[in-house]
């Protein structure tokens, strides 16, 4: 029997943190055996707000790496960058013309974004078609691999839906083609902030929130150390948020025993925070050094690993090319 196709997709915004690593991509480098997997960097998505054309080329080639170092193998899975694979925006076209406006004026992300846009006001406000027509390039991502299943973030369930959507929509006017792409959902651990443990750890809440993936072990311990950990529980009593997240890293990162002797600790009300913190910062320390020491290695020639990003696009390339062949012929374009 064949595997199921499960795809996803990350934008190229910088730095990877410990939350996007063991709340997704940690689970794409494991399902890699399981399913047939196509991972992509979105660096046209990255394009509908305001950004640095120098910047996205180097956070694009820099993101690659980076799932490379996480263990995303391209042996076993294709991994692909956007715009090395001009078959998605040529299908987003097509797919625009089976999408309504009135479903795309919807979508709450897009909502959300064109708020944040307007308070910021100046020079970033403004906002682009690219911005609106964002869930037709991320249906035509999932749609071009055919895909079964998209393991998602609750912030994406609205776009998935929408690719459903537009794939049972094609299939209605043209033809049964494309399978309806499911959620994928998986128990994983949700990384609060550091500062502020009763929000999600993001990195656009600020450096003292949130632990890059690759940073030094002396940062790692400096931002433990400064984690936000109690406002008044009591020994015993329920654990605070910080206290919380902090117990959940060390699980996250494997280290069971330790978790049972301090949550013994915490019971019989003698857990010293500092140990807790010590334990904390080691345990990512030794998850972590393995992932930095790849990157660094695959860092120093960007001549190879422009290579494989080429490589590894191609793929993408020859795949989705039968699939756009198909649709140009379905919808009654000359192919
Ligand atoms: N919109 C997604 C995000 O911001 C990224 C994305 C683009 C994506 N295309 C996709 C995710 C296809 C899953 C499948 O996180």
Redesign the pocket.
């Known amino acids: 029997m064949s595997k199921k196709r499960v795809?996803?997709?990350?934008?190229p915004t910088g730095e990877i943190h410990i939350g996007n690593y063991f709340g997704a991509v940690r689970n794409w480098v494991d399902i890699q055996d399981k399913y047939d997997c196509v991972y992509?960097v979105?660096d046209l998505?990255a394009m509908t707000m305001p950004y640095d054309p120098a910047r996205l080329r180097e956070n694009t080639t820099q993101m690659f790496i980076d799932l490379l170092a996480c263990g995303i193998d391209p042996k076993k899975s294709v991994l692909f960058v956007q715009s090395l694979v001009p078959q998605h925006t040529e299908l987003t076209w097509i797919f625009s013309c089976v999408t309504s406006y009135g479903e795309l004026s919807r979508m709450t992300q897009f909502k959300d974004k064109t708020s944040q846009l307007e308070a910021e006001g100046g020079k970033k406000n403004f906002i682009s078609a690219g911005l609106f027509t964002?869930p037709v390039?991320?249906a035509a991502?999932?749609l071009i691999y055919k895909a079964h299943y998209?393991p998602?973030?609750k912030?994406?369930e609205q776009?998935?839906e929408m690719s459903r959507n537009i794939a049972v929509r094609f299939n209605n006017q043209f033809g049964d083609y494309f399978p309806e792409p499911a959620p994928l959902y998986t128990e994983l651990p949700k990384v609060m902030s550091l500062a502020d443990p009763t929000r999600k750890m993001s990195k656009s809440l600020g450096e003292k929130h949130y632990i890059g993936l690759f940073e030094s072990e002396d940062s790692i311990r400096k931002k433990v150390k400064t984690a936000v950990t109690d406002t008044g529980s009591q020994p015993g009593g329920e654990m605070s948020p910080g206290v919380a997240n902090l117990f959940s890293i060390i699980r996250a990162c494997g280290n069971l025993q330790a978790w049972e002797e301090l949550n013994k600790q915490f019971l019989n009300g003698t857990l010293k925070y500092s140990e807790l913190k010590n334990v904390t910062a080691d345990s990512l320390v030794n998850t972590l050094r393995p992932l930095r020491e790849k990157r660094t290695e695959l860092n120093s020639d960007r001549t190879l690993a422009d290579k494989l990003m080429h490589e590894a696009s191609a793929v993408a390339r020859d795949y989705t090319t039968r699939v756009l062949d198909d649709v140009k012929g379905m919808v009654g374009l000359i192919s």
């Not at 795809?7 to 934008?11: A, D, G, K, M, R």
Request: glycine share 10%; hydrophobic share 45%.
């Open positions: 795809l996803s997709c990350i934008q992509g979105v998505h964002y390039l991320m991502d999932i998209v998602v973030g912030d994406q776009h998935l």
